[in-house]
């Protein structure tokens, strides 16, 4: 069996171990870093900062059986503040025309801009790459959880939510993009640029073009790369879209990767969500339930849940099978939150 629940201090080495086998920026393989965001998502799920943009959530999945991590997830509750924009380019076009030789053209365009007072931001989902394709969904699990959470505290986050996804890159793992455009004005490669940008933004607005760069001009692998997903991230871009992200027209500066967006009140997990009183003195059905991940109080973790079927009973009562209500040892009744998950 697998639960997701808040990271806590216990979790270090495993997310250490999966910072080995992965390389993300969200996920350094550095357990000073490690330990810190751990302390900083703690702090989050149990007393959130008025200032949002302090506010990072950390969920894993846990397998129960054996008690390791086999992957994570994230949210920061607001990506852009003034002293740390998110930027963007905006992918426009621009209309050129002579009278004098009858001839015009369209040219794609990027424009540097800026957000202070950014969207809330998914992301760093990782997973181990042995559990990819796990008959239970584990990296869409991952994905939901997000949502759930959301869903169950939506005044913890901005209404607007955002998603950055990873382009498709070369086979050194640079940005066509970056090669043609951003190595030219801040004269370092790509990873050094994205680590860097973690922590102090200022170097983009000072030597990024501030405007239009004319697609027309960049290698054409470069061209082709703006907007576009890797092969490995086009599932999470068509899940995205399935449930009302939508692209915005703007990419990562460094790498082009596309932006998707969603209202957070038209995310259709959050549409669609359940809330009840979980009960036992009603009959479970598993031929009438609803497979959902659910968040249930647990006296050791301030956020935890599961993927079950759950039975709505229309009279805001809804149950659970008695047998993984005693396994779990969940105390009953209470109030949950749950979203469809099929």
């Known amino acids: ?112 801009g800026l957000d202070s007072y950014g969207p809330t931001e998914i992301g760093g989902l990782i997973l181990n790459p042995e559990f990819r394709g796990h008959s239970e969904k584990l990296g869409k699990q991952l994905s939901f959880v997000r949502f759930l959470y959301m869903a169950a505290n939506p005044e913890r986050f901005k209404p607007m939510v955002h998603s950055e996804l990873m382009p498709p890159l070369d086979k050194n793992g640079n940005s066509p993009l970056w090669e043609a455009v951003g190595r030219r004005f801040l004269n370092m490669n790509y990873h050094e640029a994205d680590i860097l940008s973690r922590n102090n933004k200022e170097f983009i607005l000072s030597l990024f073009p501030s405007e239009n760069i004319y697609q027309t001009l960049l290698p054409m692998e470069a061209r082709e790369s703006i907007g576009k997903v890797g092969k490995e991230t086009e599932p999470v871009k068509k899940m995205l879209e399935s449930i009302g992200f939508k692209y915005t027209f703007e990419v990562d500066p460094f790498d082009g990767g596309p932006h998707y967006r969603c209202p957070l009140k038209e995310i259709k997990p959050i549409k669609e969500k359940i809330t009840g009183h979980l009960i036992t003195n009603k009959s479970f059905n598993k031929a009438e339930a609803r497979d959902v991940i659910i968040s249930l109080a647990h006296p050791d973790h301030d956020f935890f849940a599961l993927r079950t079927h759950l039975q709505v009973h229309g009279d805001g009562q809804v149950s659970l099978d008695p047998q993984l209500v005693k396994d779990l040892g969940i105390s009953l009744p209470q109030k949950i939150t749950a979203i469809p998950f099929a």
């Open 1 to 112: 069996m697998f639960i997701l629940r808040s990271v806590k201090p216990d979790d270090l080495k495993d997310l250490y171990k999966l910072s080995s086998i992965l390389v993300f920026i969200n996920l350094p393989q550095d357990e000073e870093i490690i330990g810190q965001k751990i302390e900083s998502s703690m702090k989050s799920f149990h007393n959130p900062s008025p200032k949002l943009f302090e506010n990072y959530y950390i969920f894993v999945i846990e397998d129960l059986e054996t008690h390791q991590i086999h992957g994570v997830s994230m949210i920061h509750a607001q990506h852009g503040t003034e002293d740390e924009p998110h930027f963007y380019l905006t992918v426009g076009q621009e209309a050129k025309f002579s009278n004098t030789i009858n001839t015009g053209f369209v040219h794609g365009t990027l424009k540097l």
